[in-house]
């Protein structure tokens, strides 16, 4: 059904816990475009909002590498963004490629914290022509272990 899956890395674990979602999906015959947006600084010169951006970049470069490696057809398309967040860039990048999906992690933000510094997961969410699956970062329970939200990532369009 997926045949065409944007996998939106930004470096963070958070991203990084998309990725065998991703492979998941491609794995009936569909190829993913990795997805990386440099966000750059309105200051003069315009440079990196994140001085480690080359190193960023690399380790989501190694990560369609391991991808094409366990044979999902991976590809990487760098965006850049001046303002506004990710999401656009991301989006415009998965509109080209005509993609039947996106695929993104969550910081795991509150509603208030998602609110005052943005979530590029919730962007996505409006801004997207196609279904995007968010998948959600695991929750500590009562006893303070580390559960996955097996079964809560959830699609939409």
């Given at each position: 059904m997926?045949?065409?899956?944007?996998?939106?890395?930004?470096?963070?674990?958070?991203?990084?816990?998309?990725?065998?979602?991703?492979?998941?999906?491609?794995?009936?015959?569909?190829?993913?475009i990795v997805a990386h947006v440099r966000e750059k600084v309105m200051a003069r010169g315009g440079g990196d909002?994140?001085?480690?951006?080359?190193?960023?970049?690399?380790r989501v470069r190694a990560s369609a590498a391991k991808l094409n490696e366990a044979g999902v057809k991976t590809t990487v398309e760098l965006g850049?963004?001046?303002?506004?967040g990710p999401a656009h860039a991301i989006a415009a990048i998965a509109d080209r490629a005509h993609a039947d999906l996106i695929v993104a992690g969550t910081r795991g933000h509150g509603p208030v914290a998602g609110l005052l510094v943005g979530s590029t997961a919730q962007r996505l969410l409006h801004l997207a022509s196609c279904p995007v699956l968010i998948v959600p970062t695991p929750h500590a329970d009562a006893a303070g272990d580390v559960t996955s939200a097996a079964g809560s990532a959830?699609?939409?369009?």
């Open positions: 997926f045949r065409t899956i944007v996998l939106a890395l930004d470096g963070s674990e958070s991203s990084d816990r998309a990725i065998p979602v991703a492979q998941d999906v491609a794995e009936g015959g569909g190829s993913i909002a994140r001085v480690d951006e080359d190193e960023i970049e690399e850049t963004s001046v303002a506004g959830g699609a939409a369009t």
